[in-house]
């Protein structure tokens, strides 16, 4: 149980198409689902919490025109990388919490690399 | 402010020997405490948790870890490490805000498994 799936698993773009990548909880219901950045070698940072049918919170210093998070269902969020330049290239790795559990676990996603040429 | 230090950058052990993974926090109220593994260009798995009661918790792959409240540990140790422990191995803490949860992380300890 507590599967989360990332679409694509890697994406290749050229700079100022937009991308969007997917996050699905496949057997659990998710309110609240998290968008890590992580670089090379180095440990998570948190972009945002994407709360269903609500506005995502971002953390400071996250441009939220430039990453847009829909959490439209509770199964579903989608981060979208839009004008996407060669500094956004990344691993990026969304995670999800069970709201039947109503306890403080996240499970993540195996994670979306993006390389913008 | 939440903050968690994993003072091992990378540790080598060799198959069999047994492992030790530091992990020290600084928060404000009881943390919630988490271990993850992550192998090269995956995502993060749960290893382990500590939310309240006994502080000593069990977890999957004969993992287990010590809450400290005195010393603000949460050590990660295996008895017997396996090659496929090698991984990269990150302790976080949980923080409310807002009402919603969310983790910070340390660094992150490499592990390399010689034979």
């Known amino acids: 149980g507590a599967v989360v799936s990332q679409h694509p698993s890697w994406v290749i773009c050229k700079s100022g198409t937009s991308v969007k990548i997917e996050c699905r909880s496949l057997d659990f219901q998710a309110t609240t689902m998290f968008w890590y950045r992580q670089f090379p070698k180095q440990s998570l940072m948190l972009m945002a919490t994407?709360?269903?049918?609500?506005?995502?919170?971002?953390e400071q210093g996250v441009e939220k025109d430039k990453f847009l998070i829909n959490h439209a269902s509770l199964t579903l969020s989608t981060l979208t990388v839009t004008s996407a330049h060669p500094e956004d290239s990344s691993f990026y790795i969304c995670s999800a919490r069970d709201r039947m559990t109503g306890q403080e676990t996240q499970y993540f996603g195996p994670g979306t690399r993006l390389l913008v040429l | 402010a939440q903050s968690v230090t994993q003072p091992d950058i990378h540790i080598t052990v060799s198959e069999g020997a047994s492992l030790e993974l530091r992990c020290n926090y600084s928060y404000g109220a009881t943390p919630y405490l988490f271990w993850y593994v992550q192998s090269p260009g995956q995502g993060l798995q749960l290893l382990l948790k500590y939310f309240s009661g006994d502080t000593l918790v069990q977890g999957i792959k004969g993992f287990e870890a010590e809450f400290k409240r005195s010393q603000s540990s949460f050590n990660l140790r295996k008895p017997s490490v396996h090659w496929s422990d090698a991984a990269e191995y990150f302790c976080a803490v949980g923080a409310v805000r807002s009402g919603a949860n969310n983790l910070f992380f340390g660094t992150g300890t490499r592990l390399t498994v010689i034979p």
């Open positions: 994407s709360n269903e049918g609500s506005k995502a919170t971002y």
